[in-house]
């Protein structure tokens, strides 16, 4: 549908936005783009979700995107609002999250003056983002906009950056309003798939990897199928645990930092490698050396230069992940996989039988394979406790699970209250050590004045614990720059109008978890652990000590 209509440039960027189906959008104001915040008062299909700071606005809408599988829209202003939003951006940009980011800027008579606070942000976000623009003209806002929400979703979804000049945004002109974004979703060619055929059939131990790009594109059941049909061993890509039942046959483990070995040894294994959706990552691909270079490599994805960048592969098909494996799973080959996927879950299996230790960190984790709702969202910020997490939390299919591949901390709190606008009736729970959940903490406030309550475990260590950790492999006993002071984190949530527990020990856990099931405010409890001797899952300062020397 197109249409014509004389208004504001402020206005019509929110009718771009309701022709786009944005139902929130997460800001920190600022006078820049006061024209945009008028058109929004007084309607009613978008709510404005007001944030604390920059990071927790992006951090909160990527989460929000993740969960909703829309754009997630951000707002923000000049210079000091684009330099805090910058984290969500790049965050985004690694997940290939869908995001258009609105930044206010100076009047276009300023423009090259450094005036008060003045950024070229094509220059800033040329890396971080997939695509910038400025608007100067009024009447292209409408063509600007909407090309902005296309450019997010389609191909490899990313964040869009869109400077709004202050004094454009107040200019009133007639407007050409286009139809909303159609995604294209194309799909392998009939040469294509008798390639695939050739190669797939031809292999003895086949294994498939899988990223983001599956999720991106709802293919979780597609992907089942096909590994269900063939009987497939499936490794997930860092972070991406939840594209499959972690207890499915199939799934034979997480390929994140420092993964298992014997994950890592039956992938050599392979003589073929079906990549369907993932970048192949410095994290998924253990500092790029999990290729032998005699593997036969299949690779497909939404997105051409991903194709390639990494690894060359022998056969590589641009295409929509869910249209690709209802086309491999529809070949017939005469391949029976069925005992190399029992050999590849059979490792998985005995490594999760040994995996737990007893610190409290593996404590929680046990408590809440037991405990933790079948159907909540999960979001995981940086730290070390994160190990536990990966290696032993169980993600179920129906689970959502967000973590950050580009490992930023501050994402846990914010991308949690996203997941939780998103999916009110759904139990969210936020993983968080100190250091990084001291980043967006004050995010608290803005899910207790949106009625939006999570689930924070927040792990206490006093220590940047991961840096701590990388200090003692590579310089033994000289630390310097991790420590951290105590904090009464479950003080700080109730000022915010949260309620705050302290956990002080494992038997303290299961009480203070359950208590918090029932709760409808935010919770945050405070687990102790400054004096746990596990820097890493199953692993101790004095274990890592040195390793790296």
Not at 50 to 74: I, L, Q, W
Not at 222 to 230: S, W
Not at 258 to 273: G, R, S
């Amino acid at each position: 549908m197109r249409y014509q209509k004389t208004m504001t440039a402020g206005e019509a960027v929110v009718e771009c936005m309701k022709i786009e189906n944005v139902s929130r959008a997460f800001t920190v104001p600022g006078e820049s783009f006061l024209a945009v915040l008028d058109a929004l008062e007084g309607q009613e299909s978008i709510e404005l979700i007001v944030n604390r700071h920059e990071g927790g606005a992006g951090f909160m809408a990527e989460g929000y995107a993740r969960s909703t599988g829309k754009v997630g829209v951000a707002m923000a202003t000049r210079g000091v609002g684009a330099a805090n939003i910058s984290i969500a951006v790049h965050t985004a940009f690694q997940d290939s999250t869908p995001m258009v980011v609105f930044l206010g800027q100076v009047k276009r008579e300023f423009l090259g003056r450094e005036g008060f606070q003045e950024v070229n942000f094509d220059h800033n976000f040329n890396e971080i983002a997939k695509w910038t623009t400025e608007i100067r003209d009024s009447h292209r806002v409408p063509e600007l906009v909407q090309k902005a929400f296309r450019v997010a979703q389609t191909g490899r979804p990313g964040p869009v950056i869109v400077s709004l000049p202050e004094d454009m945004l107040t200019e009133t002109t007639t407007m050409n309003f286009g139809p909303p974004t159609s995604i294209p979703a194309p799909s392998p060619s009939t040469i294509e798939v008798e390639t695939f055929k050739r190669l797939f059939g031809a292999a003895k131990k086949p294994i498939v990897i899988a990223g983001g790009g599956v999720s991106s594109s709802e293919g979780e059941l597609a992907l089942r199928q096909f590994v269900e049909k063939f009987k497939l061993p499936l490794i997930a890509g860092f972070r991406r645990q939840g594209i499959i039942d972690n207890d499915h046959e199939a799934y034979i483990g997480h390929m994140g930092l420092a993964a298992a070995p014997t994950l890592v040894d039956h992938f050599k294994e392979a003589d073929l490698v079906i990549a369907i959706g993932t970048r192949l990552s410095e994290a998924t691909s253990q500092d790029y050396t999990l290729l032998r270079w005699d593997q036969t490599l299949i690779h497909i994805d939404i997105d051409e230069n991903t194709i390639g960048k990494v690894y060359p592969p022998d056969l590589g098909i641009v295409s929509h992940a869910v249209n690709a494996l209802q086309a491999f799973t529809d070949v017939v080959v005469e391949g029976d996989w069925s005992d190399w996927q029992k050999v590849c879950r059979k490792s998985h299996s005995e490594l999760m039988a040994v995996e737990t230790d007893d610190s409290i960190y593996s404590h929680v984790m046990e408590t809440l394979n037991e405990e933790l709702d079948p159907n909540a969202v999960i979001t995981c910020d940086a730290g070390n406790f994160a190990t536990w997490l990966h290696n032993q939390l169980v993600i179920k299919d129906s689970h959502l699970f967000l973590g950050p591949t580009n490992g930023a901390m501050g994402y846990g709190i914010p991308s949690a209250i996203g997941a939780k606008i998103a999916e009110p009736h759904r139990t969210v729970v936020s993983f968080n050590g100190d250091g990084g959940g001291m980043m967006t903490i004050q995010e608290i406030e803005t899910s207790v004045r949106h009625k939006a309550p999570i689930i924070i475990l927040l792990f206490d260590n006093q220590n940047y614990g991961t840096i701590r950790m990388h200090q003692e492999m590579y310089y033994p006993d000289k630390v310097i720059g991790t420590a951290l002071g105590e904090v009464d984190f479950a003080k700080v949530a109730e000022g915010m109008g949260a309620i705050g527990m302290e956990v002080k020990s494992k038997d303290e856990f299961l009480p203070a978890f359950q208590k918090a099931l029932q709760q409808d405010r935010t919770v945050l409890i405070d687990i102790k652990c400054f004096e746990e001797n596990y820097v890493a899952n199953r692993k101790t300062y004095e274990d890592v000590k040195g390793s790296k020397v």
